[in-house]
């Protein structure tokens, strides 16, 4: 069946380091891909999507590709910021009449100042 | 635009009582909302997908008689957790389907619903 697995954290960083959060999938065909992001106390908020293989999803300094050859989306930021700190979700939909949404097991990031 | 409310945002009931968490869709119409569970430090499992005027289509082992799902208009749909037990304890999180262009879909996610079982 479809899974999407992704890098355990808590990923801890200093302010302006290089972000990445791995993730992969296993699915056929052709599924979207998305990164969600939850502010502590908040619900999920999309961050970034890619619907087909070699798309770049991009939003506020975060970006993703989708490698259909490694089965990936990984998460990058080139500079992260203290409010950047919040859990991460990767998560693929493979369409069909009701769009579910399959997610990783999220990736808490915590970024000092 | 598109935003999806919860309530309440946290209740606490006693074991055997029953509880109702309502989603609603602020600004838009949505014929499909999904119900999820958030286990502590694990990922959201989807509970089932509630359809306006029909039954909702549970996930492979979730209980509907035990998780009652009413999507009575466009805007609101609400999960009732019969007969709670602490293993029902969790945050449930609700979400919205919207149109966003021609056959695009996007997921809207309400703020969640902590569910506390004494």
């Known amino acids: 069946g479809n899974s999407v697995t992704q890098m355990e954290g808590p990923v801890t960083l200093s302010e302006e380091a290089f972000l990445t959060i791995n993730c992969t999938y296993t699915?056929?065909?052709?599924?979207?891909l998305f990164w969600y992001v939850q502010y502590p106390g908040e619900g999920l908020q999309l961050l970034l999507k890619?619907?087909?293989?070699?798309d770049k999803g991009s939003n506020k300094g975060f970006e993703a590709t989708y490698r259909k050859e490694t089965t990936s989306f990984h998460l990058e930021k080139g500079s992260v910021q203290v409010s950047d700190s919040a859990v991460y979700f990767c998560a693929l939909d493979h369409g069909g009449a009701t769009n579910k949404l399959i997610f990783g097991t999220g990736t808490l990031l915590a970024v000092q100042p | 635009g598109a935003v999806v409310s919860q309530h309440p945002s946290r209740v606490i009931c006693k074991s055997g009582t029953s509880v109702k968490i309502e989603c609603r869709s602020l600004d838009f119409q949505a014929t499909t909302m999904f119900w999820y569970r958030q286990f502590p430090k694990k990922s959201l499992m989807l509970m089932a997908t509630?359809?306006?005027?029909?039954?909702?289509?549970?996930e492979q082992g979730v209980e509907k008689d035990k998780f009652l799902i009413n999507h009575a208009s466009l805007t609101l749909s609400t999960l009732t957790v019969t007969s709670a037990h602490p293993e029902d304890s969790s945050f449930y999180i609700c979400?919205?389907?919207?149109?966003?262009?021609?056959?695009?879909?996007?997921?809207?996610f309400g703020p969640g619903t902590r569910l506390t079982v004494t």
């Open positions: 699915a056929t065909g052709y599924p979207s």
């Open positions: 890619a619907t087909k293989a070699d």
């Open positions: 979400s919205a389907r919207a149109r966003v262009s021609g056959a695009s879909y996007e997921q809207y």
């Open positions: 509630s359809n306006e005027g029909s039954k909702a289509t549970y």
